[in-house]
């Protein structure tokens, strides 16, 4: 829809700089003119160098994706245009460098050609502008109040100086102007709504104030893209939250930090992605069996190896549920939006405090580094749980010592803390009751029962705290075709479902955040209440269609892509229509 | 040599080690016992994290809090132990192919943080729960059941090591020696910083080295001076003798203090600032 | 049987000395009457002293297991008889050292209590001869040649000198002489048969052999048991075939030698258990990306984490299977027997060296240690592949140059070795055919449909070469219970369905060897042939049953146990009882 | 400064280096190309082993075979190359990060085996790939992204630690004198042993040390002894001056020598026995 409701995406070269920011000072913009927005973001893989884009979605209620199709679309340079064209909607509107003239552009579309550089560069003698005028342009064409922008720029560069905010001013109204001499075409057009309290924020941000919200205390990571920028909040904000953040090593170094600090009473977190949580494997092992509570943020990139590492992928659900070697119990959760980023985060901690175990989130690098408008967090709200401790007192009557491995009904164990009357030994042998080394048979399978047995707490967890959803069913008990999803691919099932309904199609979405332990019962029942069963997912070895096969022993269509970047919503309502269309065929 | 039973109903856990008659950590185990005692140790302010090995089923042995960690991953969990709780007194036991086998790196960047704990190096000069296999400190005239034509890799000194990667506490004991040993651990302990212990332990079951250390033990000279790195790397990697005693001891921040100054650095800069400040400043 | 078929087992505290050696003496001396042995061991935690076990099956015919009950119990000390007394057929033979009494001896059974050690002190003043001393006695109560015993002596201590073996001969006849003096009550016998031509090897000895018998040029490992065994066998014999043997400062280090070794031209292999096998993590999904062969044995021990590091377990098959992030090909192989040992590991080599990725071979402590008598290995039948080395000339009329990465049908692209012309860069980023970096969507599903397309290859390998079974179906097209069973747990199964089918049970067994890739119509086909189907395994979490759901999406009824101890014959006869049972019950 | 055409034909493939303009990695590979040309190395003869990082992406840039390894993990993989082709030129080219953060443990190992390989430390004080972090040679002066208030570890210094760990060929050198640094590394490739060039190769991006270490860096005395141990230790961790040229040279068996001396033994212990015949010494 022209009025609030489409899609912008601006590219270019990143050695001429500014094609990100410029698009977060749109989304920012937008944002503040009432409307919803949600970002999109690919790098190049050099470092200076190549061709970059943000893509900002824009509506008037909250969106589930950053939409299939470009609207209007703002290129830096023709490699841009090259490379976007494909997802350039015929009648939108391309805004481009006049330094260039595209080729191919579709007739029915609307063009302007502007002089961006050339303004920055002779005009203005700053070829850093470029980008803001740019967003004068934009203004200009389409409605958007330019104090917004001008509000903006001053909050960004103030504290750089006036001098830098006038530059950037200047370089703001010359775009609005050389736009104005345009005659406008095109349909599209921001209309200021009235602002409801919003927040911006990327997923990352998200699981950093998620963290710091749940209580964690200490943080060990080592960079890795897309979860450095994890890393480096934690490093500047953790102490003043009073909390140690480390940066060491490798990764297997910030897996056994975190153990450390966990098992002398900090909460604590690492966040990696796919090299780094494979480097961690032997400890996640080592934490399930000294009962150890951590969290482990994995922000999933292409892979395997080294892969694509600024791309999108969801296949590190293999190595986060099956990861490690023997019996190793563990809870793995995924987000799927900036808001579920978040709040995940503390349903983490508050799990693995718990239940004391490896809990797993598993994020992904277009879900990391999108930004959304979201609700405000109440933090007040907020449940956060603290791990059961040895009191002495209170555990008491136990006249053969603390036993840090009791085996209670739950299968938890109060945890004595460093510092404390109650010293153990955190034993990654197999051990008794005490912690103490033992290899009976019966022991070994006791133990093992023990550790399992907490799994049942974490499945049950979400009706005890409300606020934590491990599954959501959307749309009727039964139906034609179900779509069981997860992770940053559920934004896309939503949105073509209800495309799908528009067009007379019954569907079903089964959401499910907690991949593991499973929700058996009602992901069996999801799938029999189904005529065809849908699961989408970023990797190729279909591993949630492989993981839900295995828990329940039903069947599912595995609808599987690689290619980096997420979902289109029109591929999910492909695949549907197939499904449903097989569906009354064999009617 | 025995320590006063007193002593030894504190901090003797009621766990019968699993060791070899004779093995030369039994020597350790005791001499670290009169440590705890001669500094009035509470139990359950120390924190004893050991790796995999022969070495690593020691702090069950005792009545402190242990952890039993993986082979070769002692640092990164006393690591993350002292940035949770640096009120703690954490003691490290690694064996040779624990530190400097497959630890060998977390051991150069715990030294170079300067943490302050004490690092209890077992150097049997082999891989003793493997049953008998080389390790980096096997030494040129020993053939092991992985090396039956002898090495092929060179012999690595680890106190050398230590104080090139910023360790401020370095010194060599004999198993053997334990009332010697118990007051060069409780130095090490009361060192503010990165203290390393190489002991010379022997195994008896796989290659017992008590004769010939007995016979190439030196103490260091009474004028040596303790301070003087270059020295310190001379003693330490001279191989016809080896030097018992401090080799190097020096003052630098611990990593607990910079940890501490970089707190105020930041409260500084965020003020008192709350979560729900900085979520507000991310409101539209 | 009384007469040449029963199990012997030997326990003692290790202290004494000799308990494994006259566990070993006693299993070549029934070989060389003729007989087949199977054996069994478990060892102390402690390097000196604690409890050790060997046990030894004698039959006519090769056996499967090592057998539920002991018929001649011989026990060093009184904690030996505490221990072992459970599994004591009531109507076998009890042989003690006449130092202790032991309590609670069914009154059905037969003692013989034998002054060992006091012999072996005082009358031979050789306190170690004490398991010559008990060879002897056995000799005398059970009719095993003294000359059997006396060869292997001479054998075994010839090098040491004269004396030596003397000494050993003068325990030998005076533990003969001593136990000549009972009045034999009891009915075991052992009786000669004429030799066939056997060998007697254990698991991981058949491994080493395998892997030098299939090209292996260098070994890399790191010790952990229950795998040091390999790697001392490498270190000292690699180098006289012409290899090189390395032990490394770790396991990533392993994996990394190998995958260097392998890139320049060497079949080259490693040897862990599960906490190596998880530090292998990343390498794993490298040696994936950059198509590197190589062979991973991964000998399993109980875990998870330090577990119980000389006790068995099935555990590390996720870990094999799922290992790894992103989306990691890889062929994942399952040995039953001794024998199984080696023919897998010559064809893990060949699948390697085929497809171009690396092949686990899951062994674990049990097998690993176990000595059987096999049929002689015949070297000249073998089948040994070796990859597609890139030539210029034959690989030529390829204008742009050499393509590492070709997408050829098969997805096999020849390989370039250093040193000869066709230089290319082994690349762990997404890549093109030529091996550069290259992150188009399009690309990335290119290449790893390319990857996994080698799958196909591997699934068909024992079709080309017969000598390899990657699933064996032993019973009726359908039956009432199908069982579906790997690596060691397949000889219990075995045994036991002879005995369900002796008590009228419809029964199959699906026995499969070739875990990863699966061969799904197979399973699929034995699954829906059956009217239940039993899936036994040594882990806590049912892992292959799992990968079963999830690669059929049909379900077996999974039977686990964890208990470091390979399932008895009886337990898993029970189990198929129960669901024949109830597919009686529900007709 | 420029290489002939000649050597560029030979030695630089089609393939675009992704780096920064001015990165000072451009100037090792231009001196890399001049020493293979000096040298008159066969491109296919030669297997140029990487880490992650910038300076990753060095071998993929070059004619000679390349391997793209892990982040740190250069080392293994360049002794199994040794290992299966002891005639192959094997150079590894690492990062500071990929050195001696991530990659330390094994780094010691290499240099303690002595291998017979050069290593090119692209040294940069930073995490450049990942955008900017501390690394282990991060300077005392540097803030980064992840130490916003500063660093609480030390610098470690790696030409000290090589010549430690057993390395025989250790010179440290400047991106900016390629044709200081081409000889350097011609030197090296024909050194019989373990050989470390430290190359300070500035991240004009993140952190450009140009200037600083123009100012900096020193070249050795014209009479300094080579051969010396401690002296070579004191000039390497020289942190007034960086001292560039050859710190230290000696002449030890190689890895390569050893395990041939190792064959040879094995041959003697086992003459010419075969897989059968083992397999027949098996028989019951
Ligand atoms: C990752 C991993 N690799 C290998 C092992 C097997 N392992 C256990 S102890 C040990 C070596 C012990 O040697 P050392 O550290 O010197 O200790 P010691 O037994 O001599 O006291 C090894 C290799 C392990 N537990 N974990
Ligand atoms: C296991 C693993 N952890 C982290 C990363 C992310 N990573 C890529 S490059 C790099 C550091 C690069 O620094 P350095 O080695 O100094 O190389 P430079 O980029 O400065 O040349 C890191 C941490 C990775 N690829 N693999
Ligand atoms: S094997 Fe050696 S190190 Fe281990 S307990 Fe026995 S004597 Fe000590
Ligand atoms: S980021 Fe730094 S190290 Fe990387 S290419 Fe650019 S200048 Fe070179
Ligand atoms: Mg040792
Ligand atoms: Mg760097």
Redesign the interface.
């Known amino acids: 829809m022209p009025v609030n409701e489409f899609v912008i995406r601006v590219g270019g070269d990143t050695l001429e700089g500014g094609i990100i920011r410029t698009g977060e000072f749109l989304a920012h913009a937008l944002a503040r003119c009432g409307l919803e927005v949600f970002t999109f973001r690919t790098y190049p893989a050099e470092i200076k160098g190549g061709q970059a884009m943000i893509q900002v979605r824009t509506a008037e209620q909250p969106t589930y994706t950053h939409g299939d199709e470009v609207d209007i679309l703002i290129c830096f340079d023709e490699e841009a245009w090259e490379i976007h064209k494909q997802d350039f909607n015929p009648y939108g509107v391309l805004i481009y460098d006049s330094k260039f003239e595209p080729k191919n552009v579709p007739g029915t579309s609307i063009t302007y050609g502007l002089p961006f550089s050339e303004i920055a560069k002779t005009r203005l003698r700053n070829p850093l502008g470029k980008n803001m005028v740019i967003l004068g342009a934009f203004s200009a064409l389409f409605g958007l109040p330019k104090e917004t922008f001008e509000q903006l720029i001053r909050e960004y560069w103030g504290r750089r100086g006036e001098k830098v905010v006038n530059a950037n001013i200047a370089a703001l109204n010359e775009g609005f102007d050389e736009a104005r001499k345009f005659e406008k075409h095109d349909p599209y057009r921001i209309e200021v709504r009235p602002m409801s309290d919003r927040m911006i924020l990327s997923g990352n941000e998200a699981i950093c104030y998620g963290a710091i919200a749940a209580g964690c205390k200490v943080f060990a990571g080592y960079p890795i893209t897309p979860a450095s920028d994890i890393l480096e909040w934690m490093m500047e904000h953790l102490p003043h939250f009073g909390g140690t953040p480390l940066q060491v090593e490798d990764e297997i170094a910030a897996i056994g930090a975190v153990l450390g600090a966990s098992f002398a009473g900090a909460k604590a977190m690492t966040a990696t992605s796919g090299p780094g949580l494979s480097l961690m494997t032997e400890f996640l092992s080592h934490a399930a069996m000294a009962e150890i509570p951590c969290v482990i943020a994995d922000i999933q990139r292409a892979g395997p190896s080294t892969g694509m590492p600024t791309k999108s992928e969801q296949s590190d659900l293999y190595q986060a549920v099956f990861g490690g070697h023997g019996d190793v119990p563990r809870v793995v959760l995924a987000p799927s939006t900036v808001q579920g980023c978040f709040y995940v985060t503390v349903h983490a901690f508050n799990l693995a405090e718990l239940c004391q175990l490896p809990v797993i989130i598993l994020s992904d690098q277009s879900l990391a580094h999108r930004t959304e408008t979201i609700a405000p967090i109440d933090l007040d709200k907020l449940i956060v749980i603290d791990r059961e401790v040895y009191d002495s007192f209170i555990h008491s009557g136990d006249d053969k010592g603390y036993r840090r491995y009791r085996l209670d009904e739950t299968g938890i164990s109060p945890m004595s803390l460093p510092g404390q009357v109650g010293s153990y030994t955190a034993e990654g042998l197999e051990h008794d009751e005490f912690g103490h080394p033992n290899w009976d048979p019966e022991n070994h399978m006791t133990m093992t029962e023990k550790r399992f047995r907490k799994l049942e707490l974490a499945l049950r967890y979400g009706e005890y705290y409300p606020g934590f959803e491990g599954f959501r069913w959307y749309g009727p008990r039964q139906a034609d075709v179900g779509v069981i999803t997860w992770g940053s691919t559920a934004g896309a099932v939503r949105e073509a479902s209800k495309l799908a309904e528009l067009e007379g199609i019954s569907v079903a979405i089964l959401h499910v955040s907690m991949l593991y332990p499973l929700h058996k019962e009602i992901v069996r029942r999801f799938i029999i209440s189904m005529k065809r069963v849908l699961l989408p997912e970023l990797n190729y070895t279909g591993q949630f269609a492989h993981l839900v096969r295995g828990e329940t022993g039903l069947d599912v269509v595995s609808y599987a892509k690689v290619t980096g970047v997420p979902f289109k919503v029109r591929e999910i309502l492909e695949a549907i229509r197939e499904l449903a269309h097989e569906v009354i065929y064999v009617r | 040599m025995a320590v006063g039973t007193e002593v030894r109903e504190r901090y003797k856990s009621d766990?019968k080690p699993?060791?070899?008659?004779g093995c030369g950590d039994y020597g350790v185990l005791t001499a670290t016992f009169m440590a705890f005692g001669n500094l009035g140790l509470k139990?359950?302010?120390v924190?004893i994290?050991s790796g995999?090995g022969?070495s690593g089923?020691f702090?069950?042995f005792t009545?402190?809090?242990?952890?039993?960690?993986?082979?070769?991953?002692t640092?990164?969990?006393?690591?993350?132990?002292?940035?949770?709780?640096p009120?703690?007194t954490v003691i490290a036991v690694g064996g040779d192919g624990d530190t400097l086998?497959?630890?060998?790196?977390?051991f150069?960047?715990a030294c170079?943080?300067?943490i302050n704990l004490t690092y209890l190096l077992l150097d049997n000069n082999l891989?003793?729960?493997?049953?008998g296999?080389?390790s980096?400190t096997t030494l040129p005239s020993q053939t092991t059941?992985?090396?039956?034509?002898?090495s092929?890799?060179?012999y690595?000194?680890p106190c050398?090591?230590a104080i090139?990667?910023?360790a401020t506490f370095v010194a060599r004991e004999f198993s053997a020696r334990a009332r010697k040993l118990a007051d060069v651990i409780a130095q090490a302990i009361q060192h503010p910083g990165f203290s390393l212990v190489h002991i010379l332990s022997p195994c008896v079951?796989f290659f017992d080295t008590y004769d010939f250390y007995k016979q190439q033990v030196k103490e260091l000279p009474q004028d040596y001076d303790q301070t003087d790195m270059?020295l310190a790397?001379?003693y330490a990697?001279d191989m016809e003798h080896r030097w018992l005693g401090i080799l190097y001891r020096t003052y630098?921040p611990t990593?607990e203090e910079?940890?501490q100054s970089?707190?105020e650095?930041?409260?500084q800069?965020?003020q008192n600032?709350t979560?729900?400040d900085?979520?507000n400043r991310?409101?539209?």
Request: proline share 6%; with cysteine.
């Open positions: 766990l699993i060791w070899c008659p139990p359950e302010e924190v994290i995999i022969c089923r702090p069950a009545t402190a809090y242990g952890f039993h960690s993986l082979h070769g991953r640092m990164p969990v006393a690591l993350g132990v002292k940035a949770a709780n009120n703690l086998a497959i630890g060998g790196n977390h150069m960047h170079r943080r300067n891989y003793a729960l493997t049953k296999q080389a980096p059941d992985s090396t039956p034509y002898g092929y890799e060179n690595v000194e050398a090591l090139l990667y910023g079951t270059h790397l001379k990697t630098k990593f910079r940890v970089i707190k650095k930041a409260m800069r965020y600032v979560l729900k900085l979520l991310r409101r539209v």
